[in-house]
């Protein structure tokens, strides 16, 4: 495993989490009928099928770095990152709920990834 690991997880979460909130971003923009909002639409969801294709092909990369039992535990950073990413860039709001469900996924992570 090489020291570049985890900022390739970053990355490759921040792929994924990308391409579902312009994903997100287009399927919002659904209701206008005219030429012009359909073209509109496209841009973002052209934007989120781009950045969910880095995601997958970077993931098949680092699986054959590393084993699955260790590299998946680490697909448990979107939800943090899908929640900061919701809240800022589509304005969802945040709850203490989920804040909650965000923090204990991050600690089952962090109890996984110090066991290696």
Known sequence: MSSWFPVLIIVSQAFMVGGQIFLKHAMN????ESEAARW???VPFA???GLLTLWFFLWLELLSQV?????YP???LSPLFMAFG???AL???MTPRL????????GGLMIVSVSQ
């Open 29 to 32: 923009d659904t209701a206008g």
């Open 40 to 42: 509109k639409q496209a």
């Open 47 to 49: 934007c989120g099928i």
């Open 67 to 71: 084993e699955l039992s260790y590299l």
């Open 74 to 76: 680490f697909d448990a």
């Open 86 to 88: 919701a809240s800022l």
């Open 91 to 93: 304005k969802e709001k």
């Open 99 to 106: 804040w909650c469900g965000v923090l204990l996924i991050v």
